[in-house]
Nanobody, 124 residues
């Protein structure tokens, strides 16, 4: 059974960068659609971006387009989220999730396997 574990969260100053990693075990992340999501206190889970099984990237959130990028490292069986120019509105628990299909989806309910999340805090 595929399991996902996020890492790399922490405290960063506004304008700073963080790199989150989503590591897979129990199966390869290749050929799966992997999405990154976030949920801030009192808010709904937000779909940010996704990389499909062919390597195509889809941005679902205008707020991160141009600042966040997603990449796949097949050798390490990870999908990474590079977050640049972090803003005070970016703090949340960040999650990765996998679909059992090649294609991405904007609805988080269409993802099957979830990690436990990693906290990102942006503060000076």
């Amino acid at each position: 059974q595929l399991q996902l574990v996020e890492s790399g969260g922490g405290l960063v100053q506004p304008g700073g960068s963080l790199r989150l990693s989503c590591a897979g075990s129990g199966g390869t992340l290749d050929y799966l659609a992997i999405g990154w999501f976030r949920q801030a206190p009192g808010k709904d889970r937000e779909t940010l971006l996704c990389i499909n099984g062919s390597g195509t990237r889809t941005y679902y959130s205008d707020s991160v387009n141009g600042r966040f990028t997603i990449s796949r490292d097949s050798a390490k069986n990870t999908v990474n989220l590079q977050m640049n120019r972090l803003k005070p509105e970016d703090p949340a628990v960040y999650y990765c999730a996998a679909r059992k299909f090649l294609n991405c989806a904007g609805d988080s309910r269409r993802y099957n396997s979830w990690g436990q999340g990693t906290q990102v805090t942006v503060s000076s």
